[in-house]
């Protein structure tokens, strides 16, 4: 007799076996039939209905605390389908039982019967509403069940027997109405002993002799059955309708690359050259408490009514969803990665749509407005089918919008999600244009460094009669924030003329500088002095230096505003270009800005040369990153 069981997964959690009957709803959660005590369970936490014909189960949460079903997180009454050989955890991941249908079927198909005639007869059987205790598609109940497993009904009264019956005058409806022939015995009844307890021991041995000889007939018709019955699956409707054609992309669940992105791929996604594509925070959801940063993962609410169906909408229209998100505070441990992993999964499941979900959990490439997200979607994510920019788009909250750009809106906390668009080349809204249909905002605020603009062709120097490297003797002093271009130039320019480089962070303090400059320039050497030198003090001590020596003395002043020189320090710390370099952060930066005095020929200079920052590339993927906005402000 085929049966259903939920089987625990775990013996560790000593848990115990459930059998459901056909069409019987169970409550399965901490009670006696599991025999589950964990008080964060419910004692109702899901109701299961098994379907034997479809083997599958309907499972709908109802406890307080969610569980997953399958590779989705369920709570709040959601509804999935598990199939044969499918898991589900009655916690996030505690207690897990495996749905198993160790029966087989009870009909069989005749030789010479056509798939179409097949098909129609089973839809009509199935869709049958017998009044003498069967249900809507034609199953008996499991009252019916139980009686005819203990002998109190006669073998034609039986389940096998009524179904028998209906499947044939099915068969033989459909013969007529094709004019078909030889159909009236569509389908055989399979005996079982475990429902005829009537049978004799020598009726039994019998019957399995005559199964044995025909064991290759019935496994052919058992697989076809079972195509028929995956084709008539019951529709999901917690997962949105997809194209037949569309490739799926695997796997489902949650994946990693680097440590530093993380992908969840939620059942039934399917590739897509256009992609719409969001933010999370401030664009999907907000928070429930009303301050700014949520308290927990569970502090967050859908931000606006119109999003389930905006999206549902971008579903039917063929578009792949994709939410692309920035959470560094994984990184600095203020949130704990699987709990973000659950607020993704919760999220997906109230919108009741299928997403990719891509999670960059810190700094480098992969943190918008960089392309490492984007990239990875592109030359990973889409099961190889390549990604129309122009028919796909970004909708995302920092878009670097002014105070009251609404009245009383706050502005913008950076420009992060209107530069990673336009980094990826599409195109770009905000949520309350995109969901509720605004005019796009005027009043926003662009960065002022903008990579894209640098030419490779600019002079190097100005004027351009300026030479860089001088026949004679000479020290150079270099003038300029960190970051600016100062270190290569020197070594790409000077030190290959013979040129002695000095820099503080080598030796340590000025005083050693002071005295290898003058040591080199004894030497007969020229000497560059490879530090910020801000203001007239510092410049000072290199042009007494080179009074004392009877030599020029020459400064180089690097062209770069402070913005530029933080765009240089974020990309050599991606790039890794140069490890000799510790990072800058932005007290440097703005020390140096307020100590910095305009260097003139009155302190001594013989010359001063403006150095104007011209990009040079060992390589295609430096330039690429280089050419990006790599900060969001």
Known sequence: MESCILRSC??????????????????????????????????????????????????????????????????????????????????????CYAVTFPGRSVVKQLPGMSDETERDAVIKVQGHDSKNGSNVRGQPTEHHVRRAALGKSSPDSSFEGKYKRQVEKAAQSVAAKNDARGIADFFKVVPSSAKRRADTPDEIQRSKRSRANSSDEEEAAEEKLQQMRRSLKPHDSTREPTTADAPQCQPSGWTERDGKLHVYTSPGVTASPKIAAFDIDGTIVTTRSGRVFPVDTDDWRLLLAEIPGRLKQLRRDAYKLVFITNQKGIQTGK??????????????????????????????????????????????????????????????????????????????????????????????????????????????????????????????????????????????????????????????????????????????????????????????????????????ESRARYVECARQARVACRCFLFDVSIEHARHNNDFRLLSGTDGAHVPVNDMVLNSHRARYQQPTLAE??????????????????????????????
Request: aromatic letters at 10%; charged letters at 25%; proline letters at 5%.
């Open 10 to 95: 775990s013996p560790a959690d000593r848990l115990s076996d459930i059998c459901i009957g056909d069409r019987v709803t169970v409550m399965v959660g901490r009670n006696r039939q599991t025999q589950l005590t964990d008080t964060r369970c419910s004692r109702g936490q899901l109701e299961v209905t098994a379907y034997y014909d479809d083997r599958c189960i309907l499972v709908r949460h109802v406890g307080r605390n969610p569980c997953r079903v399958g590779s989705q997180l369920l709570h709040g009454g959601d509804i999935l389908y598990l199939c044969n050989g499918e898991k589900l955890c009655l916690l996030y991941e505690s207690y």
């Open 604 to 633: 001594g200079f013989t010359e001063i040369v403006k150095v104007n920052f011209v990009p040079d590339f060992t390589c295609e993927a430096d330039e690429r990153l280089y050419r990006q906005y790599i900060l969001s402000k």
């Open 335 to 536: 949130v704990r990665l699987a709990d973000f992993k659950r607020k993704v999964e919760r999220i997906v499941a109230k919108l009741q749509v299928c997403v990719q979900v891509l999670v960059s959990t810190g700094s480098g490439v992969y943190r918008k407005p960089m392309l490492g997200m984007w990239r990875h979607l592109c030359e990973r994510g889409n099961d190889g089918v390549p990604v129309d920019a122009a028919a796909s788009f970004y909708v995302g909250d920092a878009a670097g919008r002014e105070a009251n750009w609404a009245p009383k809106r706050k502005k913008d906390f950076s420009c992060g999600d209107r530069l990673f668009a336009l980094n990826a080349g599409i195109r770009f809204y905000t949520p309350e244009e995109f969901f509720l249909g605004q005019k796009a905002c005027t009043l926003y605020r662009m960065p002022t460094f903008d990579p894209r603009m640098l030419k490779a062709s600019a002079p190097l120097v100005d004027p351009p009669t300026a030479v860089v490297a001088a026949s004679t003797r000479e020290v150079v002093v270099c003038v300029g924030l960190p970051a600016s271009g100062k270190s290569f130039f020197v070594k790409k320019w000077l030190i290959p003329r013979g040129y002695v480089r000095v820099n503080r962070d080598l030796l340590g303090s000025w005083q050693k500088c002071v005295v290898r400059c003058q040591r080199e320039l004894a030497d007969g050497r020229s000497v560059v002095v490879d530090n910020t030198n801000p203001d007239a």
